[in-house]
């Protein structure tokens, strides 16, 4: 995802995506593109989900997240069942990724998670997440990809993280912003930790399992959708139509954000990658400092032996 809408991360896994928009952007709403009405609907029905959430949901607290449920979506007892899920899911998050919900920085005590039809895709704010319920209820493996990008936001108040910012410096951010970090990484997570959940992988746009991404991401290179979104994997900026076209936008760029950070872990390690997300996206220097100066190596020869990697090169 590649546009910071207003300071949360549509981490599209919903509607065709896998989930997070921890940098779509601003940019998006200022240069009048055709995501402009997606975004704002999705912030729309956001603040409209949790401005009536103590009306129209069911209420769930466990021992580290609250849940919100919309009412009719599931019996009382399934209910009680996903608002456990949930808290398993966030909880094995925060262990495999060493990241715990800091109260303080967040200003709440736990995050909440709404389970709802009403907020567009599946997305995530530094203490909030937001479930598309027809994705999610048959595949709760989304709440990993959401949960990566809640927990990584560590500082809500960071330039990147922020909606106040004006046009000219939202595009300045957005230009230097690696936001196939950001989804690559949440879907690459995902896919490691639902096997040790007893979870299906969403399938929302990697179509097997962690076995058969480069193999898929081989495919989207040789698809004209996805050679179009392929300079803006492993480098800057977003796609054009990542909101409003997932089908042919966000699905093969996730799929080739996740093929490429699988790469960056398997050779620079996880512990690295975890810090230049939290770095990257609470900072201000562009990905590729970001990149060189947490992995000692430019980001355009990590591309490159990614592609080598992969026999993908263009």
Not at 77 to 96: D, W
Not at 126 to 145: G, M
Not at 196 to 208: C, I, M
Not at 217 to 233: T, Y
């Amino acid at each position: 995802m590649v546009n910071r809408l207003r300071g949360f991360i549509v981490v599209a896994a919903a509607s065709c995506i896998g989930s997070s928009i921890s940098a779509l952007g601003r940019s998006t709403l200022a240069a009048q593109n055709p995501d402009q009405d997606t975004a704002r609907s999705i912030l729309d029905g956001s603040r409209e989900v949790v401005r009536t959430a103590p009306t129209h949901a069911d209420r769930f607290e466990t021992d580290h997240v609250i849940v919100f449920i919309d009412k009719g979506l599931l019996t009382t007892e399934a209910e009680q069942e996903f608002a456990q899920k949930i808290e398993r899911i966030f909880v094995a998050t925060s262990e495999y990724l060493r990241r715990s919900f800091d109260p303080t920085s967040r200003k709440t005590a736990k995050p909440a998670y709404y389970l709802t039809n009403r907020a567009g895709i599946s997305h995530a704010e530094s203490s909030r997440a937001f479930l598309n319920a027809r994705r999610v209820i048959p595949s709760p493996a989304i709440v990993i990809h959401e949960s990566v990008h809640l927990l990584l936001m560590k500082n809500p108040d960071a330039p990147r993280n922020r909606a106040d910012l004006t046009p000219e410096e939202d595009a300045r951010l957005m230009a230097s912003s690696g936001v196939w970090l950001a989804e690559g990484f949440a879907g690459y997570v995902s896919y490691e930790l639902a096997p040790t959940l007893n979870l299906e992988p969403d399938r929302l746009f990697v179509k097997g399992d962690k076995t058969t991404v480069d193999e898929e991401a081989r495919q989207w290179i040789r698809d004209p959708r996805g050679a179009r979104v392929l300079p803006f994997a492993g480098s800057r900026g977003v796609p054009e139509g990542f909101l409003a076209d997932r089908p042919n936008v966000a699905a093969p760029f996730y799929v080739l954000g996740q093929s490429f950070i699988k790469h960056l872990v398997q050779h620079a390690g996880l512990v690295a990658i975890v810090r230049l997300y939290e770095e990257h996206f609470d900072g201000t220097r562009s990905i590729q400092d970001d990149v060189h100066r947490i992995t000692s190596k430019d980001l355009v020869r990590w591309r490159m032996e990614w592609l080598k990697a992969i026999g993908g090169s263009p």
